[in-house]
């Protein structure tokens, strides 16, 4: 076994999966505190993601891994991973190129509620067709 790999299994030994094989993971901008999205990975994505310091997700609805930025070119490069007190959530400090949410904002935390109404509080930074040469949704 090499360093990567049982560096890898002790993390993913400490990660709570849900039923599906699934944890939440949070990516946060790692020098600002930006809260850019959250995202779901399976232990495979957790190895890549370890292993390459390039983020993978797993997405539930293609039923396979993400590789951030692979169609959009927006990547995001893992800092640090951290694991919640339940082993239940990641937090991954990421250097984020580009946007992080697929409308083209910077983040997916774009809506707030104010005055008691959902309001938009950022504009896309991108045009979604820019990032993906076709509408995305």
């Excluded at 697929?102 to 991108?126: K, M, S």
């Amino acid at each position: 076994m090499n360093e990567i790999t049982t560096s890898a299994d002790a993390v993913l030994s400490a990660i709570s999966f849900d039923a599906n094989g699934l944890v939440p993971a949070i990516a946060q901008q790692h020098d600002t505190g930006e809260v850019l999205m959250m995202a779901w990975m399976n232990a495979e994505s957790v190895r890549e993601t370890l292993a390459t310091g390039r983020v993978c997700y797993y997405s539930r609805s293609r039923g396979k891994l993400w590789r951030k930025g692979e169609s959009s070119g927006q990547t995001q490069h893992l800092k640090e991973l951290r694991v919640d007190c339940d082993g239940d959530t990641l937090l991954l400090l990421v250097q984020q190129d580009g946007v992080a949410c697929h409308t083209g904002r910077r983040n997916c935390f774009f809506r707030a509620v104010r005055d008691g109404e959902l309001v938009e509080i950022a504009a896309p930074e991108v045009s979604p067709d820019a990032l993906y040469g076709h509408k995305h949704g």
